[in-house]
């Protein structure tokens, strides 16, 4: 194992990468069935497929953590221009990240007195 | 978060200006985009994107540099952790093809513009009791070596296979490159912060090189007293090349070995010495007049002594090796030509304003040392209001 995989297995924990081999083992079942690829299969193919694997988990990540960082916006907040106190909502939109379009869920405060939202995802 | 209301990712961003400020043209970025990262970009908006973020370091590098020159003159000098042991700043200019901007598509007006371009390096080097190379290097006494550097030499005699020692020289470690299309006002200003960024005026050695042009040494008058000012050993020799070719026009060998001469007498740093012999071949012609043609050997003559003279204080080669100096502005030439390969070129013209500032910001941050695209992307502040809509976004129920 190089040691930059190394390095990278070292940021988690082992149920963790227990998980990410059990994810692995699952996808390969379901994509080539119990005896594993055939014969003829080119490492190119595997490569595309982990590689998609990757993208489509880093999404989930992305999103999921996203989220949750989002949650803590649950408090109103004064809006920078009049300083009332605005109640948040969730504005949903897409942002192109380097593995994909994550459904980003950003706590949105609309400022009726000003028209205008404010977005503290920004800071 | 340190998001805006972009529709890339921060990361996205910086990978899509970096391909911009690095490839040949936005649309080989765009491909080369889409084959690493998998992602389909407009060569329009790389365009986008890159002079944005140039923007951005332009804006970022100016207040930094405001308040640079705004700070007490009582204010500590910066210190470098580790110090540093030579600090070696190089100036140099460059040209780019331009267009005059807001006109719509296509060029309008193409002229040419000088950007500027400096280079900060962070050095090692001996110092030494004695000339640790009194003798010309042979890169320099051979005519095969040289005719890289100068034309019309005479035909060179078999291939020179000999490697001039020059581990006495300096050596470069860490490199920060300023570029812009300012005038010399403000970018000497420019370079004064970025070395003080970089803890060089506490430096223990530190030099400043340059080649003849007059606003480097106002420069370094100004903003870098402190420093040793260094003429580039290479700009004396085309001088002195062009001197000779126009002396000896009937026999090439005769004007080589004169021109050798001229460069051994300045590599020891005897340049009076070679304004004396100079000035005996003028005194064997007669005057220039005011209509005396530009190659004329008389005017070539008066010319090279001129600048000779005004450099003469800059040329004291002998003293600078001892003192473990560079001698040659060769890391500068080649942080031209880095700069060059994205922005020079018959088919690129830029916009005389923004879209040339911004390349010239982008491609320097990319070609220097350390982060500083990602320092900066990673840093700048997101907006907090606007947000772009969802392009297939439902109709709202009511």
């Known amino acids: 194992m190089s040691k930059a995989v190394e390095a990278r297995r070292a940021k988690f924990s082992p149920e963790v990468l227990a998980k990410m081999q059990e994810l692995g083992r699952m996808i390969s079942a379901e994509k080539y069935g119990p005896d594993g690829p055939p014969i003829k299969t080119t490492w190119a193919e595997i490569e595309d497929a982990g590689h998609e694997i990757g993208k489509l988990v880093a999404t989930e990540y992305d999103q999921l953590v996203q989220r949750q960082h989002a949650e803590k916006y649950d408090d109103a907040r004064c809006c920078p221009q009049c300083g009332k106190a605005v109640r948040p909502s969730v504005k949903h939109r897409d942002l192109i990240t380097r593995d994909g379009t994550s459904d980003l869920s950003e706590p949105e405060f609309r400022c009726i007195a000003c028209e205008r939202s404010f977005f503290p995802s920004a800071d | ?253 005769a004007g080589w070995e004169a021109c050798l001469k001229w460069i051994e007498l300045c590599w020891q740093g005897d340049v009076e010495e070679v304004i004396g012999q100079l000035e005996a071949e003028q005194l064997e012609l007669e005057p220039p007049s005011e209509d005396t043609a530009e190659d004329d050997p008389r005017v070539k003559l008066a010319e090279t002594i001129g600048y000779l003279r005004g450099n003469v204080s800059r040329m004291d080669y002998p003293s600078y090796r001892r003192g473990g100096l560079p001698t040659s502005s060769c890391l500068i030439e080649s942080q031209v030509k880095e700069m060059n390969h994205r922005i020079k070129g018959s088919e690129k013209f830029w916009d005389d304003g923004d879209g040339g500032e911004a390349i010239n910001h982008v491609r320097a941050a990319l070609i220097s040392d350390g982060d500083q695209l990602h320092d900066h992307i990673s840093s700048r502040p997101g907006t907090p209001y606007t947000r772009p809509a969802r392009k297939n976004r439902q109709p709202a129920l009511t």
């Open chain 2, 1 to 253: 978060m340190g998001i805006d209301g972009d529709r890339y990712s921060p990361a996205v961003i910086e990978r899509i200006t970096a391909t911009g400020g690095a490839s040949t043209s936005f649309r080989i970025a765009a491909k080369v985009i889409e084959l690493l990262m998998d992602l389909k970009v407009a060569p329009r908006t790389v365009n986008n994107k890159t002079k944005n973020i140039g923007l951005e370091l332009k804006a970022s590098r100016d207040k930094r540099t405001d308040a640079h020159c705004r700070r007490p003159i009582t204010a500590e000098r910066n210190v470098a952790q580790p110090a540093v042991a030579l600090a070696a700043v190089q100036v140099d200019g460059g040209r780019m093809q331009t267009r005059t901007a807001g006109r719509g598509p296509g060029v309008h007006d193409p002229h040419w513009r000088e950007n500027k371009n400096a280079g900060f390096y962070r050095m090692r080097g001996d110092c030494f009791d004695d000339d640790p190379h009194p003798e010309l290097p042979s890169c320099f006494s051979s005519k095969k070596q040289m005719q890289s550097l100068l034309s019309g030499l005479p035909e060179s005699e078999a291939v020179d296979n000999e490697k001039p020692d020059l581990s006495w020289r300096p050596e470069s470690l860490v490199r920060t490159c300023v570029a812009s299309m300012g005038d010399s006002e403000r970018f000497g200003e420019l370079m004064s912060a970025e070395a003080e960024q970089r803890g060089f005026y506490s430096a223990e050695r530190r030099a400043f090189l340059g080649d003849g042009l007059k606003y480097n040494w106002s420069i370094q008058q100004k903003h870098f007293d402190s420093f040793t000012p260094i003429l580039d050993f290479i700009h004396p020799i085309e001088r002195l090349h062009e001197t000779a070719k126009v002396l000896y026009r009937d026999d090439v060998q």
